[in-house]
């Protein structure tokens, strides 16, 4: 099993859902909202924490526990809508699961 994580901004959640959902067995995903910091740091001097913490920016990270036969595919998949943006406007990695429990409940 693999671990997928994305971390966009938020104008870019629908598109790489709409892409995800277009992928055979997309199993679905979880999607919650983070802070981000910019990639390149200003370098003007000190700063206060209060200065740096307002320099945090909304982000959405999406997460998928999947087979390792749907994997790449959604890998690639999520690259390939996301890679004509800007800088720092999304990060993607893919991780091994050593083990996953899912826990349904039913009746």
Request: glycine content about 8%.
């Amino acid at each position: 099993m693999k671990e997928i994580r994305i971390v966009v901004r938020p104008q870019l959640l629908e598109r790489l859902h709409e892409a995800l959902r277009g992928c055979p067995g997309f199993p679905g995903m979880t999607v919650g909202e983070v802070n981000g910091y910019p990639p390149v740091a200003s370098q003007a001097g000190a700063h206060s924490i209060k200065e740096d913490l307002t320099e945090f920016v909304p982000r959405v990270r999406i997460e998928l526990v999947v087979s390792d036969a749907l994997a790449s595919m959604l890998f690639d998949a999520s690259v390939k809508v996301l890679e004509h943006g800007q800088t720092g406007d999304s990060a993607i990695w893919m991780t091994d699961v050593v083990q996953a429990t899912f826990l349904h409940r039913t009746g």
